[in-house]
Structure formats: C-alpha cells, structure tokens
C-alpha cells in the first residue's frame, strides 16, 4: 500500500511463553485481511513483538498504531515484507542513539545543540526510516455505516467516471461520505460473501483505461508483490474504510500520496490475470463488503 495500504490479518495481542520457530514464512499476502477488526487499532502498547503464525506486518502496525511502511523500513524488511514466526520486530520508531559520535552526526545534520553533559543514549533524532512524520490522530467517528443492498444494472457505462473533484487532499479523512465508481465498463464478476467467493467486484474495460479513486484518502500500497493480484494500489480513505484497485496496467501514483475523488490510479491492464480487468475491492473494518452498497446506484 500515514502509510498507507495490500488491503487484513489477526495479530495476537498476548505473548507466547516461548518462541515458536518454524521454518514457514508468514507473509502479507492479503493486509486487508478481514480477522484484523477483532482487534483495537493501537492496543499493542510495546516497544516490540514477537511474531506469530499468521500475523502480517500490516496487522501488527494496525495494533501498534504505525504506518506498515514506517515499520518495515525500522526494521530492514523489503517488499513484499516476508516476516516469520519468532522473528522480533522493534515497534520504537524513534531510535535511541547509542554513541557519541552519531549523537554529533545527528547534530550536524539536523543543527540541533547537544549539551555536552547529556548522555548519547539518551538522544533521540530522525533517521530515514522514518522521512515522513504520520498524519496527526484524529478522534475516530462512525463512518458511512454499511447499507442494504438495492438492484444495480451490470454496467457502469452511463457514470461519468472521468469526472474528477480537484480539491487538495492533505490528510486521510476521518469519514467517507461519497463514492465513485473507479472505472466505466462491463461489470462481469460480483461480490460473493463465501469463504473462498470474490472480495469485491470485476469490470470489463480496455487495456489502458484510467482507474480513478473511489473517494479521497491515501495510497497505503503500490505495487505487485501480493500475489493473485497484479500490479495493485491500496487507498486508506479513513480509519474504517480501505478501497483495492488490482490486475492494472501502470501504477501512477506511489505510496504515502494523498489522492482526491476522482484522481487517476493507474491503467486498466491484465496483470496477474488471463483478461483486462479491474478487480475492485471496499473494505470496512478489514472486512470485504460488496462495492455494490456503497458506489452510486447506475
């Protein structure tokens, strides 16, 4: 997919007695993954964690209250951000610096004054593992609550998906209050609730057709390490609400954007799939809804 996106699994919040080691990696293959929401976002309150079969990274920046990104890069882990059980991840993402001479390094290079009676280790400063500070929290409200269904046509050839709402997005909202539907073409895959059925919807288009995002909100996911998906971007539109925009032809925007309704995504193209197609994904709480509740009636 601050950072933001993808799209999210269980974290077990009480720690084994001992390590658990095993030789099978735990990977993000889905950070939407819907067991997350049984559990309080920030509700992981230590400076580490000991990871468990079937946690994600996702899932633990999500309980510790981080951005995913900002965790893998405090941590050295590069996509698709394999973690596995018994591995100890450092949740502190403000390092203590342990010696004097990279407490003057520190100086020089953010022109701060360091008495020279304190301590280096108990300084603290940025690293480039954390360039961006996260988005200010914000108090949660009770957003876009999920609505009954109603008939819909299986195209979407009469919305003008093109059209785009131009005003600067800065920060992740706390609420969705509108969506659009994110491509114009035949809708030949539905939602299914089943276990194993599909997570969101599929549309029919032509390869370099523009995807455009469903609502406001940030791009927590960029990329084409999760596997079944192709080239795909996660969009956070608020803490209950994430969108998932797979099999495109090229990416156009990167992780940590700000993107308003409406603003291009990428291109329609068939990457990791046999056809072109958008396969369209709306999260709530982790968990799949069907987009058919929540984009325009057609």
């Given at each position: 997919?601050?950072?933001?996106?993808?799209l999210l699994l269980?974290?077990c919040?009480?720690?084994?007695?001992?390590?658990?080691?095993?030789?099978?990696?735990?990977?993000?293959?889905?950070?939407?993954?819907?067991?997350?929401?049984?559990?309080?976002?920030?509700?992981?309150?230590?400076?580490?964690?000991?990871?468990?079969?079937?946690d994600?990274?996702?899932?633990?920046?999500?309980?510790?209250?981080?951005?995913?990104?900002?965790?893998?890069?405090?941590?050295?882990?590069?996509?698709?951000y394999?973690?596995?059980?018994?591995?100890?991840?450092?949740?502190?993402?403000?390092?203590?610096?342990?010696?004097?001479?990279?407490?003057?390094?520190?100086?020089?290079?953010?022109?701060?004054?360091?008495?020279?009676h304190?301590?280096?280790?108990?300084?603290?400063?940025?690293?480039?593992?954390?360039?961006?500070?996260?988005?200010?929290e914000?108090?949660?409200?009770?957003s876009?609550?999920?609505?009954?269904?109603?008939?819909?046509?299986?195209?979407?050839?009469?919305?003008?998906?093109n059209?785009?709402i131009?005003?600067p997005?800065?920060?992740?909202?706390?609420?969705?209050?509108?969506?659009?539907?994110?491509?114009?073409?035949?809708?030949?895959?539905?939602?299914?609730?089943?276990?194993?059925?599909?997570?969101?919807?599929k549309?029919?288009?032509?390869?370099?057709?523009?995807?455009?995002?469903?609502?406001?909100?940030?791009?927590?996911?960029?990329?084409?390490?999760?596997?079944?998906?192709?080239n795909?971007?996660?969009?956070?539109?608020?803490d209950?609400?994430?969108?998932?925009?797979a099999?495109?032809?090229?990416i156009?925007?990167?992780?940590?954007q700000?993107?308003?309704?409406?603003?291009?995504?990428?291109?329609?193209?068939?990457?990791?799939?046999?056809?072109?197609?958008?396969?369209f994904?709306?999260?709530?709480?982790?968990?799949?809804?069907?987009?058919?509740?929540?984009?325009?009636?057609?």
């Amino acid at each position: 997919m601050n950072c933001n996106n993808l799209l999210l699994l269980a974290l077990c919040i009480c720690f084994a007695g001992c390590s658990f080691q095993s030789d099978r990696p735990a990977p993000v293959v889905n950070v939407m993954t819907p067991v997350m929401a049984s559990y309080d976002k920030g509700s992981l309150k230590s400076d580490s964690y000991l990871v468990k079969r079937g946690d994600t990274l996702y899932s633990i920046a999500w309980a510790s209250n981080k951005n995913f990104i900002d965790l893998a890069n405090n941590n050295k882990l590069n996509k698709p951000y394999t973690i596995y059980p018994g591995q100890k991840l450092n949740l502190n993402l403000t390092p203590t610096v342990t010696n004097s001479q990279t407490a003057k390094k520190v100086q020089n290079n953010h022109s701060k004054v360091v008495s020279n009676h304190s301590k280096a280790n108990k300084k603290q400063t940025h690293t480039s593992v954390a360039s961006t500070s996260p988005p200010p929290e914000v108090v949660k409200k009770k957003s876009l609550d999920p609505v009954r269904d109603s008939a819909y046509s299986v195209t979407t050839n009469q919305q003008d998906v093109n059209k785009s709402i131009h005003r600067p997005t800065t920060q992740i909202p706390t609420k969705v209050s509108q969506w659009l539907w994110p491509v114009r073409g035949n809708l030949i895959g539905r939602f299914s609730a089943n276990e194993q059925g599909n997570k969101g919807i599929k549309i029919a288009g032509k390869r370099g057709d523009i995807i455009k995002s469903a609502a406001d909100g940030r791009v927590v996911y960029a990329g084409s390490a999760l596997r079944g998906y192709g080239n795909l971007v996660i969009i956070k539109h608020s803490d209950d609400f994430l969108s998932a925009y797979a099999h495109a032809d090229k990416i156009l925007v990167k992780e940590k954007q700000f993107v308003s309704m409406g603003q291009t995504l990428a291109t329609m193209g068939s990457t990791g799939t046999d056809r072109v197609m958008l396969h369209f994904e709306i999260r709530y709480h982790g968990k799949s809804v069907n987009p058919l509740k929540y984009l325009p009636k057609q």
